[in-house]
Nanobody
Framework: QVQFVESGGGLVQPGGSLRLSCAAS????????MGWYRQAPGKERELVAS???????NYSDSVKGRFTISRDNAKNTVYLQMISLKPEDTAVYYC????????????WGQGTQVTVSS
């Protein structure tokens, strides 16, 4: 059974930093592109960063230059380092395997809440 467990969220002031982790199980992790998604209240879930099996990253324009995605295949874990956080980054963050467009391959985990507020 495929499972994603996200952690590392919290309350942070604008300009602050957080590092999110997502531990995956039940998949050949090293073979997959992994993505970080977020869903803000009242908005659709969006892909903000992805990293392929060759460790090439991609970012949405809204986070480019502030977020860094990385992966540790030995730990089946993908990370999202976030700096210069803004209130508009407030959302629940999830990881999954992108399947083209907004689709993903597996069931969502519980996510981790990131709140950016003073």
């Amino acid at each position: 059974q495929v499972q994603f467990v996200e952690s590392g969220g919290g309350l942070v002031q604008p300009g602050g930093s957080l590092r999110l982790s997502c531990a995956a199980s039940g998949i050949m992790f090293r073979l997959y592109t992994m993505g970080w998604y977020r869903q803000a209240p009242g908005k659709e879930r969006e892909l903000v960063a992805s990293i392929n099996s060759g460790r090439t990253p991609n970012y949405s324009d809204s986070v480019k230059g502030r977020f860094t995605i990385s992966r540790d295949n030995a730990k089946n874990t993908v990370y999202l380092q976030m700096i210069s956080l803004k209130p508009e980054d407030t959302a629940v963050y999830y990881c999954n395997v992108p399947a083209g467009g907004p689709a993903v391959r597996y069931r969502w985990g519980q996510g981790t809440q990131v709140t950016v507020s003073s």
